[in-house]
């Protein structure tokens, strides 16, 4: 695709459900990011991926966060009995390499929220 | 003290007026620096980025950065109602892989 994807862009979890939430990068972009973004925030980040490898996870706020990139294109964000706390949009990125203008592509974000 | 700061508006300007939008960071450690645009309920894109002191210009945007003073700001000269968003702030520290952002700033710009 031209951009961008994610799927769903819509998720509603009771407490205690697990979530996965899944991105489809632009087409031969190396690098893939995950953010986090409360309403009314900036963009948080969660973990970045170099083709298949997760090079820096440390924004994950807990062990029940989890994400992949097997293959090197598609990844998934799993979040393990989701908290009300855990609601929010969550933003995929990817860039042909690394960062260097810093022109990450953004998807249009999974909101998730939490009941 | 967070890593980049924004206040975060909403800042309002009439239609034509320059906008000023501005974030301070606090790693000195930090080489490049980038300015989002984020349409309510979209998703963030890029519209500047500047990596070394002084102005960078392009079309109507203009950035500008004090590593000294640690301070980068955005303007928008002739504003225009389509420029109503929030513009965030975001920094790359070092050989780091990631962009750090700030809370973001609400600009409108008014009839």
């Known amino acids: 695709g031209a951009g961008v994807s994610q799927s769903p862009r819509y998720k509603v979890a009771k407490r205690g459900q697990d979530v996965a939430l899944r991105c489809d990068p632009i087409?031969?972009?190396?690098?893939l990011f995950w953010y986090q973004q409360a309403l009314g925030q900036g963009p948080e980040f969660l973990t970045y991926?170099?083709?298949?490898?997760?090079?820096?996870k440390s924004g994950l706020p807990s062990d029940r966060f989890f994400a992949e990139r097997p293959e090197g294109s598609v990844s998934t964000l799993k979040i393990q009995r989701t908290q009300q706390e855990d609601s929010a949009v969550y933003l995929c990125?990817?860039?042909?390499?690394?960062?260097?203008?810093?022109?990450?592509?953004f998807g249009e974000g999974s909101r998730l929220t939490v009941l | 003290q967070k890593e980049v700061e924004q206040n975060s508006g909403p800042l309002s300007v009439p239609e034509g007026a320059i906008a000023s939008l501005n974030c301070t960071y606090s790693?000195?450690?930090?080489?490049?620096f980038f300015w989002y645009r984020q349409y309510s309920g979209k998703s963030p894109e890029l519209i500047m980025f500047?990596?070394?002191?002084g102005d960078k210009e392009d079309g109507r945007f203009t950035a500008q950065l004090n590593k000294a003073s640690q301070y980068v700001s955005l303007l928008i000269r002739d504003s225009q109602p389509s420029d109503s968003a929030t513009y965030l702030c975001?920094?790359?520290?070092?050989?780091?892989?990631?962009?750090?952002f700030g809370t973001g700033t609400q600009l409108k710009v008014e009839l």
């Open positions: 990125a990817s860039s042909y390499l690394v960062l260097n203008t810093g022109e990450l592509f």
């Open positions: 087409s031969g972009h190396v690098s």
């Open positions: 991926f170099q083709n298949e490898a997760q090079l820096d």
């Open positions: 790693d000195r450690g930090s080489q490049s």
């Open positions: 500047i990596y070394s002191n």
């Open positions: 975001a920094v790359k520290v070092g050989g780091g892989n990631k962009l750090t």
